[in-house]
């Protein structure tokens, strides 16, 4: 419905031809048993640690928890960096005191 108000008729669906972006997650970690209520144990229980796989627009992008095909460390390198400009930036300094 959402995705037919859009004018998507490629989104809200899995198959062949949709956009794909889904989150699988692990529900056998301990702390989600015992799982009597999914939902409940996704919302309200279920961490990073628990997704399995990530895929967008049909691709994979995590999977076993890992980023696929990517460098982690460049990404928190990058990270680290335009953390480190906006704390260097004058309106940072002036609210937030190291």
Do not use: K, M, Y
């Not at 004018?7 to 956009?19: E, W």
């Not at 300094?93 to 190291?98: K, N």
């Amino acid at each position: 419905a959402a995705a037919a108000a859009v004018g998507r008729p490629d989104l809200g669906r899995i198959a062949p031809g949709a956009t794909a972006d889904l989150t699988v997650v692990d529900l056998t970690h301990p702390q989600l048993q015992p799982l009597s209520d999914p939902r409940r144990g996704v919302i309200a229980l279920a961490n990073r640690a628990d997704i399995a796989q990530v895929f967008v627009d049909g691709r994979l992008l995590v999977d076993a928890g890992r980023l696929v095909g990517g460098g982690e460390q460049a990404i928190c390198v990058a990270g680290a960096a335009a953390i480190e400009r906006i704390w260097n930036l004058p309106e940072a300094r002036a609210a937030l005191p190291r």
